[in-house]
């Protein structure tokens, strides 16, 4: 049985490329249950609440400014070196908090956290495409969706028992990244330059994957906008409509992650039976009525029924990005590419809430969710139509 024969997850060098991708769903919200206590501890340091909250987006700011760097890196130096240097980094910033003595130094290795978060979906993104081609490349961009989602449940549930007990446990939880560190040593070699991968003949890409690729990180940019209201505006709007907020946020974010990683888990059968257009209709149209759910300021239940529509429509659409880049850029600028989309996603993170908390002021989170759900209706239309198509193009030929 050749390795392209091999399930997925019998692969060693697949299950390495999902722990790294696991890991970076750790980057900004593991330490969330902590903030509370943090800020009570440095509560004599001015401005000790606004800092604490930087603590969230502190690696996020660190992603957009290196991602370039790191995917330059990983075309001149080699996928595997990246990729166990950004683990290595990882594990010492992360942990950082732990024990770090003042909350500067911690923004610092915070800052540090998102250089390694940069180097590791670069290099982990350029692998996949050396790796696998096909089908199985199809299926592990939707397995990597699966494992960020089924990592997010994990890390941050364990932090949050681990934040009862000292708001600096949460931060030993990045130790885990070592357990990462010794797959891709060992599972995770260097891709042959020559062939463009694992026994792969090199890949010329698209004549204008550049400019196709900063197209693609664009939509991956603006979905990431707005699906990040979720974890940004997803507490207060619990809290305005008179629910509990702390247990309606873990409730609807522990659903919306649960059913993102299930959807996930069949993109690559998906994929088999669709176009990337159609399966692009499909997701926006399920965020798009996730959205609209909420929208209507309903009940509990109704609320948390709306999170789980945006949670599948977001793992629908997620794996296409990293697939489309993949096939268009040439085999020698995957870390390019990945680069892009890396520095994309964060990109769409953090601006997220300088939008959307306007609107929500002017507009209300009836209003805002609307608003966001006609955006991805027209999205999902605007795929339906390039779907339809080049398949009436074919029947008419």
């Given at each position: 049985m050749t390795p392209f024969e091999t399930p997925l997850w019998r692969q060693p060098q697949a299950l390495a490329l999902l722990?790294?991708?696991?890991?970076?769903?750790?980057?900004?919200?593991?330490?969330?249950?902590?903030?509370a206590g943090l800020e009570q501890e440095f509560a004599e340091v001015p401005d000790a609440g606004f800092m604490v909250r930087l603590l969230v987006t502190a690696p996020s700011l660190g992603v957009m400014l290196t991602a370039p760097l790191a995917g330059w890196l990983t075309d001149r130096n080699g996928r595997r070196r990246v990729l166990l240097a950004g683990i290595w980094l990882f594990l010492l910033c992360g942990t950082a908090g732990f024990y770090l003595p003042d909350l500067q130094l911690m923004l610092a290795s915070r800052f540090g956290l998102g250089i390694s978060v940069g180097l590791i979906m670069t290099a982990q993104t350029a692998l996949i495409g050396d790796y696998f081609t096909g089908a199985c490349r199809q299926a592990l961009t939707g397995l990597q969706i699966s494992a960020r989602n089924f990592g997010g449940l994990l890390f941050i549930g364990t932090a949050g028992l681990a934040a009862t007990q000292s708001p600096r446990l949460p931060f030993l939880i990045y130790g885990l990244a070592f357990l990462c560190l010794y797959?891709?040593?060992?599972?995770?070699?260097?891709?042959?330059r020559s062939t463009g991968g694992a026994g792969q003949a090199e890949a010329p890409g698209h004549p204008a994957w550049l400019p196709l690729v900063l197209a693609v990180s664009a939509l991956q940019m603006l979905t990431n906008g707005l699906f990040f209201m979720m974890p940004t505006q997803l507490p207060f709007f619990f809290a305005a409509q008179g629910l509990n907020s702390a247990l309606m946020t873990?409730?609807?974010?522990?659903?919306?992650?649960?059913?993102?990683?299930?959807?996930?888990?069949?993109?690559?059968?998906?994929?088999?039976?669709?176009?990337?257009?159609?399966?692009?209709?499909?997701?926006?149209c399920a965020l798009a009525a996730g959205l609209a759910v909420l929208a209507q300021q309903g009940s509990a239940a109704?609320?948390?029924?709306?999170?789980?529509?945006?949670?599948i429509g977001y793992a629908t659409v997620s794996p296409g990005f990293v697939?489309?880049?993949?096939?268009?850029?040439?085999?020698?600028?995957?870390?390019?590419?990945?680069?892009?989309?890396?520095?994309?996603?964060?990109?769409?993170?953090?601006?997220?809430?300088?939008?959307?908390?306007?609107?929500?002021?002017?507009w209300g989170y009836g209003g805002t969710f609307s608003g966001a759900a006609a955006v991805l209706g027209l999205m999902a239309a605007a795929a339906l139509i390039a779907a339809l198509y080049p398949a009436r193009h074919r029947a008419s030929a």
């Open positions: 722990m790294a991708a696991s890991l970076t769903v750790m980057a900004n919200a593991t330490i969330s249950p902590a903030l797959a891709v040593w060992r599972h995770a070699p260097e891709p042959c873990g409730a609807g974010l522990g659903l919306l992650s649960l059913c993102g990683g299930v959807a996930a888990l069949f993109y690559g059968r998906l994929k088999s039976k669709l176009s990337h257009a159609a399966i692009f209709a499909l997701g926006y109704l609320s948390l029924a709306g999170a789980m529509g945006v949670g697939a489309i880049a993949l096939a268009l850029a040439p085999s020698e600028r995957r870390g390019t590419a990945g680069a892009i989309l890396t520095a994309s996603v964060f990109c769409g993170q953090f601006l997220s809430p300088f939008f959307t908390t306007p609107a929500i002021v002017r």
